[in-house]
């Protein structure tokens, strides 16, 4: 066990639809990363926070955004579905914001598009 | 642009033999690698990391080396077990917002 928790385990909705992926770090952790897996892509960095704040952006669509509260936990918004959008969404957390770090990874969450 | 690049056949080994991994990068000099270990449908999980000054670092039955001339990072699995067998994926920063992981290499160790 990580220590880094997400829910919801298991996301089915329709194309169109919007969801919301939450991820809590590791006691402790001040950064947070969203990470996108899919079969294809391997995994892709979507964004970092650390301490609350933006620190690094990857390939996040437009229609992909996230934030991380003061509790230091981050939540995942994802709207407009489309099928591709279909793919695991693992978070990952470490103590210090360079990604030198080692990262923590949640057990993930699997969202299905229809 | 800058790139990690693992073959993404599954390497098949028989047990206690050891397995070698590889980890090219281009386009860019990492100042450090990392290896994580996947297990199907599992978040990934640390296991090394080696700086661009360190020729060599090991853990237990680990052994990871940089080699910056190849612009190749290698991971050794020694004395290879049935549970070792997982997918390894290498990662690295390119610089701001580039945290870059390869496709991972599946290792599949036989009884």
């Known amino acids: 066990d990580s220590g880094v928790t997400q829910t919801p385990k298991h996301l089915i909705t329709a194309t169109g639809q919007r969801v919301t992926l939450r991820c809590s770090p590791r006691s402790g952790d001040l950064s947070v990363y969203w990470y996108q897996q899919s079969l294809d892509q391997g995994l892709q960095f979507l964004i970092q926070?650390?301490?609350?704040?933006?620190?690094a952006k990857g390939n996040i669509l437009e229609r992909f955004s996230a934030q991380q509260f003061p509790d230091l936990h981050s939540e995942l918004n994802l709207s407009s579905l489309e099928l591709g959008d279909s793919a695991l969404y693992f978070c990952?957390?470490?103590?210090?914001?360079?990604?030198?770090?080692?990262?923590?990874f949640g057990p993930g969450t699997r969202l299905t598009v229809l | 642009s800058q790139k990690i690049e693992q073959n993404s056949e599954a390497l098949n080994i028989q047990e206690g033999k050891t397995a070698t991994l590889t980890c090219n990068y281009t386009n860019y000099s990492p100042a450090y690698l990392q290896w994580y270990r996947q297990d199907p449908g599992r978040g990934p999980v640390f296991l090394l990391l080696?700086?661009?000054?360190?020729k060599e670092k090991r853990k237990e039955r680990l052994k990871v080396t940089f080699d910056t001339t190849l612009k190749q990072s290698l991971f050794h699995i020694t004395a290879s077990q049935p549970a070792d067998s997982a997918t390894y994926l290498c990662?690295?920063?390119?610089?701001?917002?580039?945290?870059?992981f390869g496709a991972g290499t599946r290792l599949a160790v036989h009884p």
């Open positions: 080696i700086r661009e000054n360190e």
């Open positions: 990662f690295s920063s390119g610089g701001y917002n580039k945290l870059i």
């Open positions: 926070y650390y301490n609350g704040e933006e620190r």
């Open positions: 990952a957390s470490s103590a210090q914001q360079g990604s030198y770090n080692e990262q923590f």
